[in-house]
């Protein structure tokens, strides 16, 4: 049950794409296609932003999307704004209705 | 509309016991898996435990087991997260969320959490 690697922090101007990647092995990201994405501003509950590896839910911008390729899952935000600085967290089906969380990446818009 | 509440948390001293609670409304509670997620200030989230929607089974990250017990009562729409022999670790703010969407493996609503702080 270790956390899931992400970069500590990403950042980009506004209106450029950015992509937030996300390692696990083959027993959590690499094994089962439910990976899901939350936002998190300073001071509030996460938000999710993308489940099933790609799947977005309604009301949220279709500026943002998942994918995934072996052991890695990446979020990757197109024509960047100001509102999406925030912290993004993935998570994975771990197996035996177990999840484990990545550790974090802080979205800054320069 | 979908809502979480939780309450119960409050500072409390190693080896000390605390009884977390989530009261839902807005959506059919019963129908769903449920879940609590911790997070230390200024830290990342961590999946704590979850429940299936008739209690039947329940699953733990290791770090808690054998401490924490997830509970529910399906007739009061309410979440609970037993907490026994509690750490200076287990200090954090914690959601309940519930499972939905697609696979229903992702939390599509989450709590404004209640924070714990286990210290003497």
């Known amino acids: 049950q270790s956390a899931l690697t992400q970069p500590a922090s990403v950042s980009g101007s506004p209106g450029q794409s950015i992509t937030i990647s996300c390692t696990g092995t083959?027993?959590?990201?690499?094994?089962?296609?439910?990976v899901s994405w939350y936002q998190q501003p300073p001071g509030k509950a996460p938000k999710v932003m993308i489940y099933d590896v790609n799947k977005r839910p309604s009301g949220v911008a279709n500026r943002f999307s998942g994918s995934k390729s072996g052991n890695t899952a990446s979020l990757t935000i197109s024509g960047l704004q100001a509102e999406d600085e925030a912290d993004y967290y993935c998570c994975s089906y771990a197996g035996s209705d177990t999840y484990v969380f990545g550790t974090g990446t802080k979205v800054t818009v320069l | 509309e979908v809502q979480l509440v939780e309450s119960g948390g409050g500072l409390v001293q190693p080896g000390g016991s605390l009884t977390l609670s989530c009261t839902a409304s807005g959506f059919t509670f019963v129908g769903y898996w449920m879940s609590w997620v911790r997070q230390v200030p200024g830290k990342g989230l961590e999946w704590v435990a979850n429940?299936?929607?008739?209690?039947?089974?329940?699953h733990y990250v290791d770090s808690v087991k054998g401490r924490f017990t997830i509970s529910r009562d399906n007739g009061k729409n309410s979440l609970y997260l037993q907490m026994n022999s509690l750490r200076a670790e287990d200090t954090a703010v914690y959601y309940c969320?519930?499972?939905?969407?697609?696979?229903?493996?992702?939390?599509?609503?989450w709590g404004q959490g209640t924070l714990v702080t286990v210290s003497s």
């Open positions: 083959s027993s959590d990201v690499g094994g089962y296609i439910y």
């Open positions: 969320a519930k499972y939905g969407l697609g696979s229903g493996t992702s939390l599509d609503y």
């Open positions: 429940i299936k929607q008739d209690g039947s089974e329940k």
